[in-house]
């Protein structure tokens, strides 16, 4: 078969993807993309090589490893002739767990290894068949070893490669055997990441790295008040200068197009737009914050988890408020927080015939293709969009505003174009984690027990942003971006409601890492830590009370007590904080141990991690993953902070929106529990119950809690 061809022979029904045909090329950073893959999971060349499509964004999790892993196994490929490419956006590649083809809510693995495990064992048993119905012989002679059937009783072999054409015509079973976990090579291993090589040699294409051919460069600056729109604009200091080509202007920007990154950005500088500000945002942080304090002191929206009875939940409440000797009323505060990726925002698009097409460093293709074709006026199927590697993401890249500005400037233009943003626009025009303020209030009776919990949030919904809004009906009848994971979902404590007030902030808002856990269990388990304080019991022991017995979580207790040496007595002027949270299938718990000076210099000694994820595809991911967000959450406990004045965010690189460095980073130990459960997430699960440890920590140290982020305000520093 001619290299050259596109000729594909596939085999395709019930979920099943495999396709035979040439290798596919690389996308190199100065070549014109290869035209898109045909359909299949995994398509097998002539020669034997491998190519194992992901449909999940590459941001640095390597889920497509995992990917790749799970159908290794269940195909019973040989890993060395395995490679990894980006699935085509196309139907038959969304993640099924989200109906869409996106990345995120840490469902790469967990929202569809039981599928991804199926398709590989029907290509499997299809190729038995095939190559049964060649040797002619019964199918429950043939077994497969490392990228071949194999005939047990003659021990003839035949390589997939051979195979595939003719397993076209095999039936495809309903409900194929699985390998069996004795048989598994790849899963549960600490398999190296197929995306490394690249990455390490300079090779990977990042969407900041993209070049098609007669391509140009476009910088933007954009309207610094939310809400404010472009009024007017005098092109002339930017068309003056050498390399710039057009200055396109936008509803709420201007972009100028030059022959380099530099000329355009230099261009876009020396622009003055006059901006309308009759509909912008008129809000500041400090502000905004009152309006937060004050609305937790009245009647939210009452959260009613699924199954559940909003009167049984309020005369459960009212029950255990009747018993109520002492009250525990607290109130915790988080800002607003930025994504802060290291690759700023940034699309290549190029616009014909009514067609586009874009290079996108993108978590959401789907909402990318419909927030494009709305915005030219053609239809989803007229975009094609190919997905790069991106610098981070948290969330981030899941808003398709750079696609779609991307998409308007180079049909502007006439030519293919860049879009690059700045870091200060990327920094200063981000879909923000929310402000909110938290307020706890647990009812004791005599004997201390707690009769009743309330939980009041007030923040703004993401709903009215992200996704130009397209999802606002899930903030009623309560916004469900403020909930999260309830917390009698693993904690029984009785008579417990929670309520949400929306108050709108004024600035965009977005999924940021973790989500609703990254305030919300700041708060409860915090609350939780005072409470065991008060019960003058230990952290852990008060914990166990708490939940059920042989639970998964008494698991990950009992193995974070003796993994941080909780019982043992720590070195001098050094104190330990915990704190524990399950969520996307995942239970997990933190222990931070710190130190703190009379100058109130804060050394972060270790940090030890366990976590229950279930089956653990690829546990050195999993530890990975764990101490990103470690890092992650240290970040935002100690410095993160956007503030707004005036509608205009003032931090503008990271010189004002500091990260932890590596010299302030702790030793960390991650300790991934052997498990044979369904595989939940593990991509935003250690950011939650990182700050509670910490504050639980401080507290240990201090005598002080700190129910403030971020703790620079307070005076800490990192030593």
Known sequence: MNGRRDFLKTLAAGGVLVAIGPAPHTMAADAPAAPPPPPGWVRIAPDGAVTVLSNTSEIGQGTGTAIAQMLADEMDLDWKSIRIEMAPVEKQFINAGWGEYATYGSGGVARQFPQLRKAGAQARAMLIGAAAAEWQVPAAECDTQQGAVLHQPTGRKLPYAKLVAQAAAQPVPADPPLMPKERWRHMGKDVARLDLPAKTDGSAVYGIDVKVPGMLYAAIVQCPHFGGKLATVDPQPALSRRGVKKVVRLPDAVAVVADSYWRAQQAVNALKPEWDLAAASKHS??????????????????????????????????????????????????????????????????????????????????????????????????????????????GRRIEADFAVQAALIAKEAGVPVKLLWSREEDMRHGYHRPAAVLR??????????????????????????????????????????????????????????????????????????????????????????????????????????????????????????????????????RHRGMAFTRANGSHIGQVVELSVDGESRVKLHRVTTVVD???????????????????????????????????????????????????????????????????????????????????????????????????????????
């Open 440 to 573: 706890l209030r647990a009812s004791l009776d005599a004997s201390g027990a707690v009769a009743a919990m309330r939980m009041d949030s007030a923040c703004d919904t993401l709903f009215n942003y992200s996704r130009f809004g397209a999802d606002k009906q899930y903030a009623k009848p309560f916004d469900r971006s403020a909930v999260g994971v309830p917390l009698t979902q693993y904690y029984g404590f009785p008579g417990f409601i929670q309520r949400t007030t929306t108050v709108d902030a004024g600035v965009p808002l977005g999924y940021w890492r973790a989500v609703a856990a990254t305030q919300n269990v700041f708060a409860t388990e915090s609350f939780v830590d005072e409470l065991a304080q008060l019960a003058k019991t230990d952290p852990f022991d008060y914990r166990r009370k708490l939940l059920k017995p042989g639970s998964r979580e008494l698991r990950v207790l009992a193995a974070l007590e003796e993994r941080s040496g909780w019982r043992s007595k720590p070195a001098p002027g």
């Open 285 to 394: 942080s400090a502000p905004y914050r009152d309006m937060l304090h004050a609305a937790v002191q009245n009647e939210g929206d009452l959260v009613v988890p699924r199954n559940a009875k909003a009167e049984e939940l309020l005369a459960a409440h009212q029950a255990g408020q009747a018993k109520s000797a002492t009250t525990l009323d607290r109130t915790y505060t988080v800002p607003l927080l930025a994504h802060a990726t290291m690759e700023p925002m940034n699309g290549t698009a190029s616009v014909k015939d009514g067609k586009a097409e874009l290079w996108l460093p993108t978590q959401a293709q789907d909402t990318a293709r419909t927030f494009v074709s709305k915005a030219l006026g053609i239809a989803p199927e007229a975009v094609t969009i190919h997905t790069t590697l991106s610098g981070g993401g948290f």
């Open 613 to 719: 994820c279930g089956t653990a595809v690829n546990p050195r991911n999993v530890r990975g993953q764990m101490e990103g967000g470690n890092i992650f959450a240290l970040t935002a406990a100690f410095y993160g902070e956007i503030t707004v004045k005036d509608g205009a965010v003032e931090q503008s690189n990271f010189t004002d929106y500091r990260l932890l460095s590596l010299a302030e980073t702790p030793a960390m130990e991650i300790v991934v529990i052997d498990s044979s459960e369904p595989p939940g997430g593990v991509g935003e699960e250690a950011v939650g119950p990182l700050a509670p440890a910490l504050a639980n920590a401080l507290f240990a140290a201090t005598g002080k809690r700190f129910t403030d982020l971020p703790l620079v305000k307070a005076g800490l520093r990192l030593a």
